[in-house]
């Protein structure tokens, strides 16, 4: 069965913006990854993670829900070289039927709050390693303007695009989890603390978050690009008015945009959770 992002996938793939290099090299130094670890990107999406990470690790297995997210990752994969990612199809609910070796680090971008919050940390705590932890990554990102909703509700009608839409990558991603880079979707500074509150409870209770904020330029052509890899907006959703809808956005944002681009504030944080020293 598929999940709203199995149109959205290529579109996911080449639109969501990547975080930030400071990102993994707060990995490195928390977890002190010298290419010998073994690391799971759980709601992996593309490998809007796991990509990055994979010169840093021996092994990264890449979970998502998506078997187009999934396809689209190993065409990335494979294109970079980067030979050391297994993807696998599965979700937060199913940590334990993986069949998972010991693992170093785990990665959720933009899904957590999708999981089982108090279920998720349990699970993980049976799988990763004694120094190992969980890295929560959320992005924070002004809304785009009224008229991207506006449009989008004369296709589809007003109840998509808000409330994060059908479903998730920030990227609001479904229930399953896939996770996603700084994205399209504005996520609420609540998310972030949610992550906080639920991971000082696990074992992992050790807390910390650190954030990045950057403005990121985006063309036109991005900006609709964008909103076909929303679970909201996937480009199934439009059907045979796909392109009536990128025609009429496209026109809109222009005349919001005349010089073709616009600038958004993103702010990226990472919740790096691990057990307490003893």
């Known amino acids: 069965m598929s999940t709203p992002y199995a149109s959205a996938a290529p579109y996911y793939a080449r639109y969501v913006p990547p975080y930030p290099a400071e990102l993994y090299a707060l990995l490195v130094d928390r977890f002190a990854l010298d290419g010998s670890q073994t690391v799971l990107d759980l709601g992996a999406g593309p490998g809007t993670i796991s990509l990055p990470l994979a010169p840093l690790a ?3 297995y890449a979970v998502d829900p998506e078997p187009a997210m999934l396809a689209e990752g190993c065409r990335l994969a494979e294109e970079q070289g980067r030979r050391n990612i297994s993807w696998l199809r599965g979700d937060a609910a199913g940590i334990g039927r993986l069949c998972l070796p010991r693992i170093d680090l ?13 279920q998720v940390p349990v699970d993980l705590d049976a799988v990763l390693a004694p120094r190992g932890g969980i890295v929560v990554v959320t992005s924070v990102a002004a809304a785009w303007p009224a008229v991207v909703d ?3 509700a004369r296709f589809l009608g007003p109840d998509h695009g808000t409330a994060h839409g059908a479903a998730h990558g920030a990227a609001t991603r479904p229930a399953a ?4 880079g700084p994205s399209d979707e504005p996520v609420d500074t ?6 906080e509150d ?6 992992f209770s050790r807390v910390e ?7 990121a330029r985006c063309t036109v052509d991005q900006v609709i690009g964008l909103q076909f890899s929303r679970a909201c907006s996937n480009p199934a959703l439009f059907g045979e008015r796909k392109d009536a809808f990128e025609s009429e956005l496209r026109h809109a944002l222009l005349e919001h945009y005349p010089s073709g681009t616009c600038t958004r504030t993103v702010t990226v944080a990472a919740t790096v959770a ?5």
């Open 150 to 152: 506006q449009v989008r």
């Open 209 to 215: 978050t650190t954030t990045w904020e950057r403005s």
């Open 177 to 180: 989890g896939p996770g996603a």
């Open 198 to 203: 639920h991971l000082a409870k696990s074992a």
């Open 274 to 278: 691990t057990r307490p020293r003893r």
């Open 106 to 118: 785990c990665v959720i971008g933009g899904a957590f709050h999708r999981m089982d919050r108090v």
């Open 58 to 60: 021996e092994q990264v």
């Open 190 to 195: 609540e998310e972030v603390r949610d992550a």
